[in-house]
């Protein structure tokens, strides 16, 4: 029994120590004590395992500083032999021979590099209080002082080393190994800068990259770790034609343009990032339920070959109804039917129409779009027929448009033609009705920047959307007027000063860290939101009530009523106004626990927003509150409860997804 024993110990310490490595630091929680104090703690001995295998034959006291004890408890060798039920006195002491240099592995995961250990065992107490039969194996551990990252260098070999058009990725891959420096060492650190470092090579023009040699120096006197990597790119790699698989009903040559469009044309660089935009614009083509998309490198080194683009789909339905039940705090209970066409005939247009039935607002709608072309752009068409009630008003409307629109990650883009037809009717006060001939037609062109880090989750970043219309009322009295809204949201988070003046400095330049390097501040984050409009027109112009503004509800002034907020007539009455202002100011803070981070987030909030019709005489509302996020696959849940400042009341509010 003693000899297969300790071969067994022998033979798996370098197996766990290769197990325990990348979870190093990955096993640390907070220390709940001041940096260096040591505490004292003992392995529990109604695990699962124990549980399955018998009662614990000894138990494991350790007195170690409480940031390193959860880690050591969990990862030590003589935990798997705690209830291996033949295993005697003699046995253990020999285990424990072997436990000094099990704990330095351990402590070198995690920068310890010369720690002192004692580790000795007290047998059980014949007559005393019920104990394990062997005793208790004490241990006690002075980890010393922590390594730090001291250099972190990367070399290069095959066509990055010289070429000048892998500068700027030189440059990004050596900038990313030197994050580390000044940080304490952790193996787990250790492995994520290669795995970084690689990433960032294999991204861009390299897939077939690799970590050719890796060294991290320990100085165990001067406690500081060198670290080398040495990179191979191997050859660049360039794009050839486009294969798509699977398509059949609708065709190749939109996912062959929508290729191109994300940047993959033949003889370009091979760049994952442009990979998977042309992937999302695919999916997000409505043709399609699946897509794949990859770069076939089998045809080898060679770089006089270009590697074809391989792109696999499975077909949607070329028609479907989708029936819907929901709510919301605004309208109460929703009721909604959509049918989909993904090929109109003779035109082949997409067509998407609608209907909506809610407390107060009822809706019809089709809108129709054509294929996207080389350009980017493609034709738009859309019409809507709309009731909307507030109290005792009621608005009925249609609206007719048409136009070319250009999407992309970073960028939206639209102009459009225009015609609005409005009937406002109040049962109570004439000041808040219409004779139902306010129509107007206008050219508009609107545009809509993105420079957040994730999405739908940013943690940082920012948006900016404005719409330019100029126009001319119809009916019984036509005159000419101008209509401009904008919108921003904004995101900072509540790092070090240094990062956020990084941040404003940064302004209007596309974030260059990838989601995974812009994890959420233990803090959370700060969010801004700011929304205007203006109708610029002759007093006496009849603009429709649906080109003019009122707010409040969910997602603009929290602790009013959906379109509460408006210009308030001398009968108190409630109308659509020409100028409209509205901001929102939140802290967003993650919830944790027991140091790892919730899918949940706490909001506090203060709204502020204001409909005029002259910009001299503005009566702002305002709305304070806290609430909850609730960050689900399908977007962002927020509850919120706001208390309406000038209405004195108290609303729940309730909304679903990000968009901008």
Known sequence: ??????????????????????????AQTPAASAPGATSSATAPSDDVDDAAEGPARFDIQLEAPAKLQPFLLRHLDLQRYRTLQDLDGSELDRL???APDNLRDLLGTQGHFSPQISVGRE???????????????????????????????????????????????RETIQRSS??????????????????????????????????????????????????????????????????????????TATVER?????????????????????????????????VFAYVDLEPGDDPATEAPVVVQVKEAQLQ?????????????????AEHKHLRLPVIGWQALSKLQLERNDQQLSSDWSAPIEDDGWHWLAGGRLARQIDDDTTVSSLRLSAGKAQASTLLDRRYFLQFDRARTVNT???????????????????????RFDTLPYPNRGYGLGLTLGVGMTLGGVRQPFVSTQARWLGYWPLDPVTEVLDELLTIGQAPDKPASSSPSSWNGRLALRLQGGAVLADTDAPI????????????????????????????????????????????????????VRTPWESVLFVDAGAVTNQSTQVDTRVGVGAGLRYNSPVGPLQLDLAYGVDAKRFRVHLNVGFSF
């Open 1 to 26: 029994m003693k000899r297969p024993l300790l071969r067994r110990v022998a033979s798996t310490r370098l197996f766990c120590l290769l197990l325990l490595l990348p979870l190093g630091a990955a």
């Open 96 to 98: 424990l021979i072997a």
């Open 123 to 169: 047998p059980a107490t014949p007559g005393g209080a019920p104990a394990p039969a062997l005793g208790t194996v004490r241990i006690r551990i002075e980890p010393g002082p922590v390594t730090s990252v001291a250099s972190s260098s990367v070399y290069f070999r095959g066509d990055i080393a010289n070429a000048e058009a892998a500068v700027a990725q």
């Open 178 to 251: 030197q994050g580390a420096v000044g940080q304490d060492f952790t193996q787990a650190g250790w492995g994520r800068v290669k795995s970084d470092t690689l990433r960032l090579l294999t991204n861009e023009r390299y897939p077939r990259g690799r970590i050719v040699n890796s060294l991290s120096d320990i100085d165990t006197t001067a406690n500081a770790a060198h670290w080398h990597i040495e990179l191979d790119s191997g050859t660049p790699v360039r794009i050839g034609t486009v294969r798509v698989e699977g398509a059949q009903r609708y065709g």
């Open 258 to 290: 929508l290729v191109r469009l994300a940047g993959l044309r033949p003889g370009a660089d091979y760049s994952l990032t442009r990979l998977q935009d042309a992937q999302q614009k695919i999916a997000d083509s409505g043709y399609y339920t699946s």
């Open 320 to 336: 479907s109804v989708v029936l819907g039940v929901g709510g919301s705090t605004n309208n109460g209970p929703r009721l909604s």
């Open 428 to 450: 109570v006060s004439k000041l808040a009705s219409s004779d139902g001939n306010e129509a107007a037609i206008s050219a508009n062109y609107g545009w809509t920047w993105r």
């Open 544 to 595: 429709p009530d649906t080109l003019l503004f009122l707010t409040g509800g969910d997602t603009t002034v929290r602790g009013y009523g959906l379109r509460d907020i408006g210009v308030v007539q001398p009968d108190g009455s409630v109308t659509a106004g020409r100028y409209l202002g509205v901001a929102s100011f939140e802290w967003q803070r993650p919830i944790w626990r027991n140091g």
